[in-house]
């Protein structure tokens, strides 16, 4: 269980550090002394409910924090209990912060993560009971991975969405749409996980996923999709392989069957500017075909993705590089030819922050290149004729509002340009939609 000798004793160092306060926070010690009695009661929902409230008049101190943490693990709120401990990384207490953030890796079946925080609470620098208890913690794993891993597991998600898309073509990269409307969204996936070895396991990933635009089908999307892998926990990472089928639908018509095979490797300490707490490296392959009317998409598909994550305080900072190439059978007639082979390269960064336990908010953004292997060759009445080369920039906000442990809610806004040596090719897009997203 989490380590929390101040959570059940912060009353008392609390009172004297906060007499010194500004007046303002006296609502917040209300709340704060309430949040205290409701834990000591058994309530945790309006234990929680009161920390966070003291939080929103200004308390701050580590004691808090503490609490709010220890509270939202009991509950199996871990993403906010995550953040809680992670608002203590700089106090004085930092060890005992990177010690329970370890135990709310292991609760969520994360053991690589788990292992990143154990090593950091076992340092010379700790307190001598915190670095025992985190030097346990790495024994256990090292011995094999932890007991909430060593049964085969189950996990599910479910998203629902629904929005205005001002460019609602479905196949923007080839033809952009002046039409805009409202779209419904769905995705479900599952995830079946077991032991194979002491560190080692298979797993099974399904997903399907639905678009629709009640004012024009005739853009309506559907992907289904199949995983299985095998991925093993190292020592300095994690590594996998997998294999997968996936299928797409456009217009209720046929677009793609896809079949590749994927690797990764992951490291959880990167010898990287600005020393990233995560980094790792995704090399991808499939065999695509396309269907009656898409023969066009005939080929193959190959991409590697560099991706790192780093944590500063209440925030989350991701970098992805990707560079994708494709070898397509392209779009000949008689009179035309068109190129859907292109070569991308792809930039993006993503910030979000912690404003409260519950609420998160970012923005992303993103810019890509694109070359396509031959000129296209056009009637003049349709566009240009020409080599394509496209230049595509992407910016977008997002607010997330977690519900409970299980549910959150989530608002995004999308805005993309694409700017084209073949005019044809020009868009323009902005997307704003409403999620809500379960996890089980």
Request: aromatic share 10%; hydrophobic share 40%.
């Amino acid at each position: 269980m989490l380590v929390f000798w101040r959570a059940l004793s912060l009353f008392l160092f609390l009172v004297p550090t906060m007499n010194l306060q500004a007046a303002e926070t006296e609502a917040g010690m209300e709340d704060f002394r309430a949040g205290v009695e409701a834990f000591e009661a058994g309530d945790l929902n309006a234990s929680k409910q009161r920390f966070q409230s003291a939080i929103d008049a200004g308390l701050s101190s580590p004691s808090l924090f503490y609490n709010l943490g220890v509270v939202c693990y009991q509950l199996g709120d871990y993403v906010a209990a995550e953040s809680a401990f992670r608002a203590l990384l700089d106090d004085s207490d930092g060890a005992l912060a990177r010690y329970n953030l370890g135990l709310v890796a292991l609760a969520r079946d994360e053991p690589v993560e788990a292992r990143h925080w154990f090593e950091q609470a076992s340092a010379e620098s700790a307190p001598d009971k915190i670095r025992a208890l985190a030097r346990a913690q790495l024994n256990k794993l090292a011995g094999g991975v932890p007991p909430s891993a060593s049964e085969p597991s189950f996990r599910g998600y479910l998203g629902i969405s629904g929005g205005y898309d001002s460019n609602i073509a479905g196949l923007p990269e080839d033809t952009a749409s002046s039409e805009g409307g409202g779209f419904l969204e769905a995705l479900a996936a599952g995830n079946y996980e077991r032991p194979v070895g002491a560190r080692s396991r298979i797993a099974l990933d399904v997903a399907a996923y639905s678009r629709e635009h009640p004012s024009n089908h005739e853009y309506d999307t559907r992907v289904l999709q199949g995983r299985i892998g095998w991925s093993e926990t190292l020592t300095e990472g994690e590594r996998g392989a997998l294999v997968s089928l996936v299928k797409s639908w456009f217009d209720s018509e046929s677009l793609e069957t896809r079949s590749g095979i994927e690797g990764f490797y992951r490291w959880r300490q990167c010898s990287l500017p600005a020393a990233p707490d995560q980094c790792g490296i995704i090399l991808a392959a499939a065999t695509v075909n396309g269907g009656s009317g898409f023969e066009a998409y005939d080929g193959q598909w190959y991409r590697a993705r560099l991706h790192a994550l780093k944590y500063l305080g209440s925030w989350r900072f991701d970098g992805e590089y990707s560079l994708e190439i494709n070898n397509r059978r392209d779009l000949r007639t008689a009179d035309e030819f068109v190129s859907v082979s292109p070569t991308h390269h792809t930039l993006e960064v993503a910030g979000r922050y912690r404003w409260h336990p519950d609420l998160a908010l970012g923005t992303t953004g993103s810019v890509r290149h694109s070359r396509y292997q031959d000129a296209h060759q056009v009637v003049t009445a349709v566009g240009e004729s020409g080599l394509r080369e496209d230049n595509r920039l992407e910016i977008g906000l997002l607010a997330e509002k977690s519900l409970d442990s299980r549910w959150l809610v989530r608002g995004e806004w999308l805005v993309r340009d694409n700017r084209s040596s073949l005019s044809q090719y020009d868009y323009q897009r902005q997307t704003l939609m409403l999620t809500l997203e379960g996890a089980f």
